[in-house]
């Protein structure tokens, strides 16, 4: 996920190319991820930004906006994915383009893009924003621009640690760890608390500052607390001044090693000799440096330790496991809902079997008694029960007939075998 060096370097290009700039056209066909879940539109931006001057172009921690001469003004968030490219310039890094086929860095707009503008005069600039995934937000704030940080959705967010360097303080950062009781990684991805670290920032923090990940943030001693305040400064202010491209990122940094988990041939140790480890808790991983990272006061109970080392052979497969584990879980959960329209299943087919059985039962209730417990009928009376009797014989061999002709095409009716009588349910039986 873009974080606060990525957007630097979009906030970067924005201010060389447009500022100062008239936006003569648009285009934003409507999303309703990108635009619609924050509350506008494709239409409503094209009507809110043609014909607007661009007057200055901002940034807090992983949000970033564009204020107009007129409002509404446009602000954004990269998501995952989301990036702005500038025609005729690179704005992205070098992976992103070695990725392209050839000729498709020179598409424009460029595929995936949610909207791109162009602006008058010459020579003429046009710019987009692109996210294949969709996880990034634009949306229009009403407001003067100079007020812009004090509504939705950047007044609910913290201090930029390099913007706000009058509020990101050492003492702020001091009271924030002392009054929360959480991970220290998930302090600093907090984002009401400070603006912009996501998980690698987080992780370079850490490194820097030699803490580790899963120490609750209010064990810290005073040295400590110090360590990582000035990791937080220098981390985030490196990255942006060297516009989040990580060729220019000092050796030294954890960056250049951390990306190979899982891989074969992949780093398992800094130059230094530093083993590397990964760690999970609440479904993040943190990559750190145990023989560095000591930890010095209380830890989540439930971290596991992953060696990079082992990765291939020993780390990943615990890992593997544990992942397993829990669809797993889901499965048994799964099996015994389904456990139940099985044992129906069962049940119904085993009722299937037994039907001809209880068939015969029933016509066997509904056969006269025995003779020796009825009186027996005389020689007239069984003649004429006899010849009333005749038609139900023909009846039921006529069906009988028929349900071997149904049997023979493999398509016999419990509903036929049923009312064919005794002999009928008698057959079925045996």
């Known amino acids: 996920m873009p974080e606060i060096a990525e957007v630097a370097r979009c906030v970067h290009f924005l201010r060389l190319h447009l500022v100062g700039k008239k936006i003569a056209k648009v285009s934003a066909p409507d999303d309703a991820n990108?635009?619609?879940?924050?509350?506008?539109?494709?239409?409503?931006?094209?009507?809110?930004?043609?014909?607007?001057?661009?007057?200055?172009?901002?940034s807090q921690g992983k949000y970033f906006w564009i204020t107009f001469d007129k409002p509404p003004h446009a602000v954004m968030h990269l998501g995952m994915t989301g990036w702005i490219h500038i025609k005729g310039d690179k704005t992205a890094y070098t992976n992103y383009y070695k990725k392209m086929k050839e000729g498709e860095a020179d598409i424009w707009p460029p595929k995936y893009w949610k909207f791109h503008i162009e602006t008058e005069g010459t020579p003429k600039v046009?710019?987009?924003?692109?996210?294949?995934r969709r996880f990034g937000r634009i949306r229009l704030v009403d407001c003067p621009g100079a007020d812009i940080r004090s509504h939705s959705p950047l007044k609910e967010n913290g201090p930029d640690p390099v913007v706000d360097v009058d509020i990101f303080t050492e003492t702020y950062l001091r009271q924030k760890m002392q009054s929360r009781h959480v991970p220290i990684k998930a302090l600093l991805l907090d984002q009401s608390h400070i603006s912009g670290i996501g998980n690698w920032v987080?992780?370079?923090?850490?490194?820097?500052?030699?803490?580790?990940?899963?120490?609750?943030?209010?064990?810290?001693n005073e040295e400590e607390m110090t360590r990582l305040y000035e990791a937080v400064r220098y981390v985030c202010q490196t990255a942006v001044d060297k516009l989040g491209d990580s060729d220019e990122f000092p050796d030294d940094w954890l960056f250049n090693y951390r990306w190979g988990k899982g891989s074969k041939g992949?780093?398992?140790?800094?130059?230094?000799?530093?083993?590397?480890?990964?760690?999970?808790?609440?479904?993040?991983?943190?990559?750190?440096?145990?023989?560095?990272q000591k930890k010095t006061g209380q830890v989540v109970p439930s971290a596991k330790e992953e060696p990079v080392e082992e990765d291939d052979d020993g780390g990943k497969k615990p890992k593997a496991a544990a992942k397993k584990k829990r669809p797993?879980?889901?499965?048994?959960?799964?099996?015994?809902?389904?456990?139940?329209?099985?044992?129906?299943?069962?049940?119904?087919?085993?009722?299937?079997?037994?039907?001809?059985t209880a068939a015969a039962k029933v016509k066997k209730e509904e056969t006269p008694e025995p003779a020796a417990e009825a009186p027996a009928p005389s020689k007239k009376q069984r003649a004429s029960k006899q010849a009333a009797e005749k038609p139900k014989v023909a009846l039921t061999k006529t069906k009988k007939t028929a349900v071997k002709k149904e049997e023979a095409s493999g398509k016999t009716n419990a509903a036929v075998v049923e009312d064919t009588g005794r002999r009928r349910s008698l057959r079925l039986k045996g």
């Open 328 to 356: 797993a879980k889901a499965n048994e959960s799964d099996e015994e809902e389904e456990e139940k329209p099985s044992k129906k299943a069962r049940g119904a087919k085993g009722s299937a079997k037994a039907k001809p």
């Open 202 to 220: 987080a992780d370079e923090v850490l490194y820097q500052s030699r803490l580790h990940p899963e120490q609750y943030c209010d064990t810290f």
């Open 266 to 292: 992949a780093a398992s140790e800094l130059p230094n000799g530093e083993k590397l480890a990964f760690i999970t808790v609440g479904g993040r991983t943190s990559c750190y440096a145990p023989g560095r």
């Open 34 to 58: 990108v635009f619609g879940k924050v509350g506008t539109s494709g239409p409503a931006f094209e009507k809110a930004v043609k014909g607007r001057k661009v007057v200055s172009v901002g």
């Open 126 to 132: 046009s710019a987009a924003f692109t996210d294949p």
